[in-house]
């Protein structure tokens, strides 16, 4: 069965450190996708990236930077430099391609950047 | 501007009063879905849609019903609202290209319920 992992519920770092948030991924299928979204507080979701499960290339997009490692099956987001616009609640996402879309998400991880 | 426009925002009601979350979407999208957002359990699927007159169940539709009779529109629809349906609530939509698109879900801004 898919399930995702998200076992750090609450973080808290002070701006400009660096944060990695953990994903743990469980699937049978050989072709899946997987996503982060941002919530902020005014409680919006907001989709930040999509990665399938053939393409291992790791991403950078600004401050933000994702590992996806199909061996621990895991797929960890890091903000570099982080901000007190970064406070929010993210969420890690699975969808298998058998599936029709559906799409299993983690319960999220709240992410507090103190100034 | 591309949006997915749920309504109401917020509702507070009383239990067993019929109540329909509307969900529209100007995107053309084929895939349409309705989560909840509970404290301690992320968002879970409740139904969700791959076309017109396409519907199929997510992991908890008890006590929910949709219907999808236009590409745009994804109504929820709760016939006899109880206290324990009291919630955050998500309507999603996505382009379907086919068997592996995959394709980032859009999601409205939430409606959040209240059933007394």
């Known amino acids: ?115 | 501007e591309a949006q997915v426009t749920q309504n109401p925002r917020y509702l507070i009601t009383v239990t067993g009063k019929k109540l329909t979350v509307t969900c529209s979407q100007n995107m053309n999208h084929e895939y349409m879905s309705w989560y909840r957002q509970d404290p301690g359990l992320g968002l879970r699927q409740i139904y969700y849609s791959m076309n017109v007159e396409v519907t199929d169940k997510g992991d908890v539709p008890e006590g929910y019903k949709v219907s999808r009779k236009e590409k745009r529109n994804f109504p929820l629809i709760l016939e006899s609202p109880s206290p324990n349906q009291t919630s955050l609530y998500f309507c999603a939509s996505a382009h379907v290209q086919g068997p592996y698109s995959n394709q980032p879900q859009h999601f409205g801004d939430g409606t959040r319920l209240s059933i007394l």
């Open chain 1, 1 to 115: 069965a898919q399930k995702v992992t998200q076992a750090q519920t609450e973080i808290s770092v002070v701006e400009k450190e660096d944060v990695t948030l953990d994903c743990v991924y469980e699937t049978r299928d050989t072709t899946y996708y997987l996503f982060w979204y941002k919530q902020p507080p005014s409680g919006e979701l907001v989709f930040l990236i999509r990665r399938n499960s053939f393409d291992e290339q790791n991403e950078i997009s600004g401050r933000y930077s994702w590992n996806f490692q199909k061996s621990t099956s895991s797929f960890n987001f890091t903000i570099t430099a982080s901000q007190v616009v970064d406070s929010a609640v993210y969420f890690c996402a699975l969808s298998e391609s058998n599936r029709d879309d559906k799409i299993i998400f983690g319960k999220g991880t709240r992410l507090h950047i103190l100034p």
